[in-house]
């Protein structure tokens, strides 16, 4: 386990934000920390990479313990924080020689390296103009191109995508599954469900500082109900004629039936109707999207 | 140690940008400068040559001032989160104060030549040596440093780039109960206890005499003022770093 934490507590005054947090995450895996606004994602990435002390319970980031061990704790990480932490009055190859000089890059290989980072992250034109002066998603993705100067064990994104318009998410996540390839571990937040569906081997639900839910994107979907089909008549009187012979919720001139998925199930529905002669239009299967598990199990805790 | 170069660097590129201070640290000593030699000098007649008197007062005015100017990028960088990436990565903290010092010191440099070249155009005429030059420009740099690592410190807890500057204020009020510009002698006598104990009036009154080729008399208390400071302020900045960076 490339992170592993127990009990980790952390409180600011009175209010206690992650309480008793117990997470493991696989080397080489993506994990994807979901939950509202003030779950306490960015407090556990700030635990995690060194920057806020926990009160309670360890935390474990490749066998360093991150407050005992945190020198050696960041040497194995890398952190792109939920705010751009990028320096305004420097170009963006500036941002990116500072940090390969500070990985102890030579200067010719730290220049090779900002060189190499602002071609994949489209910032080659404005590669020599104050980063005051850039969009906001060009901060943002000059900031995830300084967390890559040097090849992180284990890379921190909080929010990494928000903001972003929908090239450069796609250009981030192409850039994210280019390092989970070379073996990288992610730890990330989102607020976009599709993302962690999209990027994220395993899901974690956080809500009120403890985990709510944990598992992959299926089985989080499946814990709030299965597959429902959708069956579309030609009329609303057609769908409650329906209603009477499968049961199900009717809904104008369309009837949401639970399933289990199968083609089985399928055809027992569709012979019924046959044998009552009502005339089915069009049949769609509808998954639990991720939003539908995010609603569900917050709302659940809340 | 080549983190602290590269931070160095950094900053230095950075306080070359910013303008403002850029302009506020050469600018702001010479016009003090022809204030007080073109203004009062006149007035304050009780020492000969008001040019040599007032140098050294303004250098030291000066420096300290410009000094506590490191305290406004650090309050930047802590608000900013910039501070945030460098925290996570493997170099010690120290390296990102010691570039906002070293800086300043820079600046400070900058700000006294230019001081000092216009102060001869005035008619300054120093009769020191090199070694007195060299004395002089040391206790200058115990001194700069010992207040820039107090402001880094001051940077590092302030809660906005404002608060940081209030310093600055105080540092610039200071050098006026001394004898920076008129001598003690002249002061009415509460003022004057306070005038010959603050820890400003030695560092002038070592830094004229060894400009003026005067008898050195409080080189030990300016010394003494300013290595303490220096290690004092040195230890509280670089140990708020690390406290304030595990919140
Ligand atoms: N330095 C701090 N001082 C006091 N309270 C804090 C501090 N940092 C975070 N908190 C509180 O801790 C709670 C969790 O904050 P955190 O930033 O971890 O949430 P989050 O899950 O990242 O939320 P978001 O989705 O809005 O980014 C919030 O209620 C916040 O107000
Ligand atoms: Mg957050």
Redo the contacts with the bound molecule.
């Keep these: 386990m490339i992170v592993e934490t127990e009990g980790l507590t952390k409180r600011?005054?009175t209010?206690t934000?992650l309480n008793g947090l117990d997470l493991e995450v696989a080397e080489g895996s993506v994990l994807a920390l979901l939950?509202p606004?003030?779950?306490?994602?960015?407090?556990?990435i700030r635990v995690l990479s060194t920057l806020t002390r926990p009160d309670g319970g360890s935390a474990r980031v490749c066998g360093f313990d991150v407050v005992r061990q945190a020198a050696d704790v960041r040497g194995v990480i890398s952190l792109t924080g939920?705010y751009a932490a990028v320096d305004e009055e420097q170009t963006g190859r500036e941002n990116l020689v500072m940090i390969a000089r500070l990985h102890r890059r030579t200067r010719p290989a730290a220049r090779a390296r900002a060189s190499e980072l602002l071609e994949r992250f489209g910032l080659v034109d404005a590669a020599d103009r104050r980063v005051r002066t850039y969009s906001g998603g060009m901060r943002r993705r000059l900031d995830l191109a300084m967390s890559l100067v040097a090849r992180p064990r284990l890379l921190f994104l909080d929010?990494p995508t928000t903001g972003l318009d929908p090239v450069s998410r796609t250009t981030t996540w192409d850039a994210i599954g280019d390092l989970v390839r070379d073996g990288v571990t992610i730890f990330l937040?989102t607020?976009y469900l599709e993302e962690a569906d999209r990027l994220a081997d395993r899901i974690v639900v956080?809500h009120n500082g403890g985990v709510v839910a944990d598992g992959t994107a299926d089985a989080l979907k499946n814990s709030v109900g299965g597959t429902r089909l959708d069956l579309t008549f030609a009329s609303r009187e057609e769908a409650l004629r329906a209603r009477s012979a499968v049961g199900g919720l009717a809904d104008g001139p369309t009837l949401g039936l639970p399933s289990d998925g199968s083609a089985a199930h399928l055809h027992r529905v569709l012979d019924d109707l046959l044998a009552a002669r009502i005339h089915v239009l069009r049949v769609a299967t509808h998954r639990p999207t991720l939003d539908d598990v995010f609603t569900t199990l917050t709302a659940v805790a809340a | 140690m080549s983190a602290a170069t590269t931070m160095v660097g950094r900053s230095i590129r950075l306080s070359r940008r910013n303008l403002d201070t850029a302009i506020m640290a050469v600018v702001l000593p010479v016009l003090m400068m022809a204030l007080f030699v073109y203004v009062f000098g006149g007035a304050i007649s009780s020492v000969q040559s008001y040019v040599d008197y007032v140098v050294p007062g303004i250098v030291v005015l000066c420096t300290g001032y410009g000094a506590t100017s490191t305290a406004m990028p650090v309050a930047d960088d802590m608000k900013k989160g910039v501070v945030d990436r460098f925290r996570s990565m493997p170099i010690s903290g120290f390296s990102v104060l010691t570039g906002h010092v070293v800086a300043s010191v820079a600046r400070n440099a900058l700000a006294t030549f230019a001081v000092v070249l216009v102060a001869l155009l005035m008619g300054f005429r120093p009769t020191a040596s090199v070694g007195a030059w060299a004395l002089a420009m040391g206790l200058l740099l115990v001194y700069v440093l010992a207040l820039s690592w107090l402001a880094a410190g001051f940077g590092v807890i302030a809660r906005s780039v404002e608060s940081a500057s209030l310093l600055g204020f105080f540092m610039l009020f200071l050098p006026y109960l001394s004898s920076a510009f008129v001598p003690v002698a002249t002061m009415p006598p509460w003022l004057r206890a306070v005038s010959e104990h603050q820890p400003i009036t030695p560092v002038i009154e070592t830094v004229r005499a060894l400009l003026t080729d005067q008898p050195v008399t409080s080189g030990r208390p300016a010394l003494a003022w300013s290595g303490g400071l220096l290690v004092v302020a040195f230890t509280w900045a670089t140990w708020l770093f690390r406290r304030i960076s595990s919140?």
Excluded at chain 1, 37 to 44: F, H, I, L, R, S
């Design positions: 600011y005054g209010r934000v939950g606004n003030g779950a306490g994602k960015t407090t556990t939920q929010e937040t607020q956080l | 919140r």
